[in-house]
């Protein structure tokens, strides 16, 4: 068994946060060279890589950056120590222990202490490696990702509005169901009227939701178009597969993010939340999958499989043939999950 201490010499770990990081640098004997703290500006980080550089003896090969939050807020410190040639990883998430206080020194000192003894198979390698256009491309698609959830949440809203306002005025709509996409277009055309006054404020706001809704579709229409073109560009593969559209793919892209990152195929069922898990009790023997990982990659998965029982005439012929041997749908679906897993990862790795 290799730990990180028989490869590197250096270990830094690093607390990040909005406005400054806290640098540790430990040998590998376990010995702390120094700490540091600098702030999160361009010039703040180039003074920190200078000192990495400089108290590591300017030996890459054998320096290792184990960094938290390398997605979020150590993002932009991971994408330049990786330009100048480290390789940075996320730091293993701390076990504090609650009467021992904490700060960021504190933080920084067990990042690095505790990647130091980890096994070199286990080190989780930041999203985004691999090379310049491959990060580029996942670094699109997650803001697009995000960009999208918003608009949706907010459509969402803008419609829960809008049909409570059309269920307790009287604007001549018919409001028994859920709105229609042409009695939103409809109301997005209205003029003003003489009537009284709640009238004419809820057929103002009405005719304000649905416009909003109408900039809200427009704007995920181009999103989807965005997504769909980086998707090509990057692993079109993923398209021809049943159930996957654009969106579902771009999901399952910035888990898997580059190859390299994800070790294995049972790995990525971790990451994805479908390792299955015993969960057996007297009689009854059968296992649950795991509810931890990515649940982003997780919803998307449940909705490739929804997809194929529904539609894949192959998936349909398993799924009515384990229903025979006396299977449940639910446990039918958490085998489907598993599988697709694996063949997403295999896809994947040959594409």
């Known amino acids: 068994m290799t730990i990180v201490a028989d490869l590197f010499r250096f270990v830094v ?75 940075v990883v996320e730091a293993p998430t701390p076990r504090r222990d609650p009467a021992a206080g904490k700060n960021d020194a504190m933080d920084s000192l067990a990042a690095a202490r505790s990647t130091l003894m980890m096994r070199t198979d286990r080190l989780r390698d930041r999203r985004g490696g691999g090379d310049q256009h491959t990060a580029s491309v996942r670094s699109a698609l997650q803001v697009l990702l995000t960009a999208r959830e918003q608009a949706n949440g907010e459509r969402t809203r803008a419609v829960n509005a809008l049909t409570a306002l059309a269920r307790t005025h009287d604007l001549d709509l018919d409001t028994r169901r859920a709105l229609t996409n042409t009695q939103i277009k409809t109301i997005s055309r209205w003029r003003r009227r003489q009537e009284p006054i709640d009238l004419a404020a809820a057929r103002s706001q009405a005719t304000r939701l649905a416009v909003r809704i109408a900039d809200l579709d427009a704007q995920i229409s181009e999103n989807t178009d965005q997504i769909k073109a980086l998707v090509h560009d990057q692993a079109p593969v993923l398209l021809d597969q049943p159930g996957i559209g654009p969106v579902t793919a771009a999901i399952i892209l910035t888990a898997w993010s580059h190859p390299g990152r994800v070790r294995s195929e049972a790995a990525f069922a971790q990451i994805a939340g479908t390792a299955p898990l015993p969960a057996s009790s007297g009689n009854t023997q059968r296992h649950r999958l795991n509810r931890g990982g990515d649940r982003r990659l997780n919803r998307a998965l449940h909705t490739i499989v929804m997809t194929r029982m529904r539609c894949d005439p192959a998936t349909r012929s398993y799924t009515e043939r384990r229903r025979a041997e006396g299977k449940t749908t639910r446990e039918i679906r958490r085998i489907l999950k598993r599988y697709t897993t694996r063949q997403l990862y295999r896809t994947l790795n040959t594409a």
Not at 24 to 45: M, N, V
Not at 61 to 66: C, N, P, R, S
């Open 13 to 87: 770990g690093v607390d990040t946060h909005a406005a400054t990081h806290t640098y540790t640098i430990l040998e590998s004997s376990g010995r702390l060279i120094d700490q540091q703290q600098f702030p999160t500006s361009p010039a703040g980080l180039a003074r920190a890589i200078d000192w990495i550089a400089r108290r590591t003896e300017g030996d890459l090969d054998a320096t290792l950056v184990a960094a938290e939050g390398t997605g979020t807020y150590g993002a932009v410190l991971a994408d330049r120590l990786a330009a100048s040639g480290y390789r």
